[in-house]
């Protein structure tokens, strides 16, 4: 392979390999809606939870809590460690509730995913 073709080859792996990293970050975002589990939320198409104690009871049998927005968008709360742990016990206090979340939110394929870094009853 000649020098050039080797100059070529190496920016344009740093090319891609630098625009990865830019989409591999998350971006700050304040979020507000309800905390209720995932079942319900795609399989009910609820705008807001049932009730608190219906929202604890799915997350204990193992449902997936998320943070369902005004405008139908559903935010997956997400660990920022490797390997990552689940959410759930930090949105159980909230369950059945309006939040006010703010971390960094990571989209990919038309979902959400939230690390939390605060999160407060509205």
Same mark, same amino acid.
């Given at each position: 392979?000649?020098?050039?073709?080797?100059?070529?080859?190496?920016?344009?792996?740093?090319?891609? %390999?630098? #625009?990865f990293a830019?989409?591999?970050?998350?971006? =700050?975002?304040?979020?507000?809606g309800?905390?209720? /589990?995932? $079942?319900?939320?795609?399989?009910?198409?609820?705008?807001?939870?049932?009730?608190?104690?219906?929202?604890?009871?799915? %997350?204990? #049998?193992?449902?997936?809590?998320?943070?369902?927005? =005004?405008?139908?968008?559903?935010?997956?709360?997400? /660990?920022? $460690?490797?390997p990552?742990?689940?959410?759930?016990?930090?949105?159980?206090?909230?369950?059945?509730?309006?939040?006010? %979340?703010?971390?960094?939110?990571?989209?990919?394929?038309?979902?959400?995913?939230?690390?939390?870094?605060?999160?407060?009853?509205?």
């Amino acid at each position: 392979m000649s020098s050039h073709r080797v100059i070529i080859t190496t920016v344009v792996l740093f090319l891609f %390999a630098t #625009a990865f990293a830019a989409d591999s970050k998350g971006k =700050p975002v304040t979020v507000k809606g309800y905390v209720l /589990d995932s $079942a319900c939320a795609f399989t009910k198409n609820l705008d807001k939870p049932i009730s608190r104690e219906c929202a604890q009871a799915c %997350a204990k #049998a193992g449902s997936q809590l998320v943070i369902l927005t =005004p405008d139908g968008s559903i935010y997956w709360p997400i /660990d920022a $460690a490797t390997p990552a742990n689940g959410q759930n016990s930090k949105l159980m206090p909230f369950a059945g509730q309006k939040v006010t %979340a703010t971390g960094e939110v990571f989209d990919r394929g038309g979902s959400h995913a939230l690390v939390i870094n605060k999160i407060a009853a509205q």
